[in-house]
């Protein structure tokens, strides 16, 4: 099985700054926790940072060449306004679970907006680096029997 993880803008300060709501990991920790987990579940895990939208939409279209079977993303700021990274999304037909460290329904109201929760497989938020994780078991769990 190939997952691929996908983090947003913004994603690659993680652990520098921000420590009281995002926490202290960085981005390559978590990276190499999910690259630990998907080991150990025999999957393939391809993983991507970007801080432009147009080069978060090509690698959701290259996906379909990689043979990528589920996507974790976290979309970051772009949850709230993304309708093209959301097309993207629709139009690889790609099953994906959408991922967030903090709780984001506990935040700002301009957070509330979210233009990925309806069509994700499901939405992981405000737990942490652990999501990933979770977000990894997730995907080898529902879509194992595709793949087999
Ligand atoms: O909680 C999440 O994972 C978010 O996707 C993070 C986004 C935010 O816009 C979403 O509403 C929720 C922001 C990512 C910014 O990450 C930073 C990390 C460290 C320092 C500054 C920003």
Not at 87 to 92: E, F, N, P, Q, R
Request: net charge negative.
């Amino acid at each position: 099985m190939k997952i691929l993880l996908i983090n947003g803008p913004n994603l690659d300060l993680l652990g520098t700054r921000e420590k009281a709501v995002y926490g202290p990991t960085t981005l390559p920790e978590i990276e190499a926790r999910a690259q630990e987990k998907a080991k150990a579940l025999g999957i393939e895990l391809f993983t991507f940072q970007s801080n432009h939208e147009g080069e978060l939409i090509e690698k959701i279209h290259a996906a379909r060449s990689l043979g990528i079977h589920g996507i974790l993303i976290n979309p970051a700021g772009y949850t709230h306004t993304s309708v093209a990274i959301r097309d993207a999304l629709l139009g690889v037909g790609i099953p994906f679970i959408e991922i967030h460290i903090s709780n984001v329904a506990a935040r700002e109201p301009f957070r509330q907006k979210n233009l990925f929760s309806d069509i994700a497989v499901g939405t992981i938020s405000g737990l942490g680096p652990y999501g990933y994780i979770l977000g990894i078991e997730a995907l080898h769990a529902l879509l194992g029997t595709e793949t087999r």
